[in-house]
């Protein structure tokens, strides 16, 4: 007798832990049934995906969505409509949102906010303060939580625990991996006079390489004493590479597409403030050593670190404009274009937007195409020419760095839970997100 599925995606080629292959993919209450040759089978929805190609979800593990406390700049319905608009079928969200998501309150209170709206599977960062370190063992294994966010470096907001003091002590409670800024606050504001008025291009001389080098090199240091593993943001610079590649038994790494395709000082000529992010975008040699660290392996995810601001604050002149860019939405289509011009493989791709998280920070579920896993699946169009808009934008600023850029390749198909969410350019149904679970976390029977 044929099998029966709730969803049969037909005819595309699916990448995944077994490569790439033609393959049909059967979904059946949510999760991948099985996948394969299944040209016998019947299903409630068929989906004819010749010519594309079928990837695990894509997860974005470095979001910033402003709610509560900035929703005139972005908020969660908005954020992850972008996401789902984007290919992602995933997001972990950041803390410095007002209140800080420090305590239970704040997690239980952005998880109801999150439901019904979030049109995209979601989790949140608990940060980390010195008056909290000693619950954030307990806080770390609420339902919902991703993990504890450090900021060692101020940026948006004021989550800051800058002394190494302050980190040995948030390291030494709690066992999951901890999220970090990784930028020397001292380095930071003795800098601070290397600010021009009006020039970006002084961005990268306030929050130097040196910065981000020396306060990598002093987080490694101490994440070797404590014995906890740690996972550092967006790297910018070529130097922290190396210092990488030798702590790889206990520090994972993040890069974001921003890095890998913007470089100074020629974006913030064009650009000016909405080329302003923390850490900066650096020159060509910097880029092109974090190419390296991608080629190397180095890197464990790509992470978007959306973060909008609106234009009007955005046209400030420097250092009055603040940091931050959008980025969920346009994640898939710059890496595809990278992959289309031979920087990255596909498989790659699939390593860093949805293997990688899953080993990182121990997903339940989800990270995989393969059978028992949710059938979380980003449908592209590796062939698609498009042109990034600032029209196309979910995000509530409305805008993008990467307005009238082309690219090559397009997330054509989002997928959530079995549950087609975005097909086409056209938004489906009602948001269904949930939150992500967590092998450290799972309830006990």
């Known amino acids: 007798m044929a099998e029966t599925y709730d969803l049969l995606l037909k005819g595309g080629t699916v990448v995944n832990h077994d490569g790439r292959g033609l393959r049909d993919v059967g979904v059946k209450d949510g999760r991948i049934a099985a996948v394969g ?5 019947s299903a409630g929805e068929v989906v004819d995906c010749s010519g594309l190609h079928v990837l695990p ?16 700049k972005e908020d969660l319905a908005a954020g992850s409509l972008g996401a789902v608009k984007g ?4 997001v972990f969200e950041m803390p410095n949102t007002k209140p800080l998501t420090i305590t239970e309150e704040a997690i239980n209170d952005k998880l ?3 439901a019904g709206r979030m049109w995209c599977d979601h989790a949140f960062y608990v940060g980390a303060t010195h008056g909290n370190a000693e619950v954030l063992a307990e806080l770390e294994l609420l339902p919902g939580i991703c993990g504890v966010k450090i900021f060692m470096g101020a940026s948006t907001g004021d989550l800051l625990v800058p002394d190494d003091d302050g980190v040995r002590d948030v390291l030494s409670h709690g066992r999951r991996r901890v999220a970090i800024h990784s930028e020397d606050e001292e380095i930071l504001r003795a800098n601070a006079g290397l600010a021009r008025e009006g020039d970006w291009t002084s961005h990268p001389e306030v929050r130097s390489a040196e910065a981000a080098r020396k306060c990598t090199e002093r987080l490694l240091k101490i994440a070797r004493e404590t014995g906890r593993r740690i996972h550092i943001l967006h790297i910018s610079t070529a130097d922290e590479v190396p210092m990488l590649a030798a702590n790889k038994d206990i520090a994972t790494a993040e890069v974001t597409p921003q890095h890998l395709t913007l470089e100074g000082p020629e974006v913030y000529e ?4 909405f080329a302003q992010m ?12 974090l190419w390296a660290g991608v080629a190397a392996g180095i890197f464990d995810v790509i992470g978007s670190d959306h973060a909008p601001h609106t234009k009007e604050e955005k046209a400030k002149p420097y250092p009055q404009s603040p940091s931050g860019m959008p980025g969920v939405q346009t994640l898939v289509p710059l890496l595809l274009t990278h992959v289309a011009e031979g920087r990255l493989t596909l498989e790659r791709f699939v390593d860093l937007t949805s293997h990688g998280a899953n ?9 995989r195409l393969a059978v028992g896993y949710d059938a979380d699946i980003t449908v592209v169009d590796l062939n698609a020419q498009r042109t990034i808009t600032h029209e196309w934008m979910a995000n509530i600023s409305g805008w993008t760095p990467f307005d009238g850029m082309e690219t090559k390749g397009w997330p054509i198909g989002t997928i959530i839970r079995g549950q087609r969410v975005m097909w ?3 938004v489906l149904g009602s948001p269904i997100g949930a939150p992500v679970k967590f092998q450290e976390t799972m309830e006990r029977g």
């Open 270 to 273: 064009r650009l000016k403030g």
């Open 57 to 72: 979800g894509v997860i974005d593990t470095q979001v910033h969505f402003r709610e509560p406390g900035a929703m005139h």
């Open 112 to 114: 109801t906010r999150a």
């Open 359 to 367: 080993r990182v920070f121990g997903i339940a579920g989800k990270g």
């Open 37 to 41: 040759d299944l040209g016998a089978a």
């Open 278 to 289: 923390n850490p900066p975008v650096r020159d060509a040699a910097h880029r092109q050593g």
């Open 424 to 426: 086409e350019d056209e």
């Open 87 to 90: 290919g992602v079928t995933a």
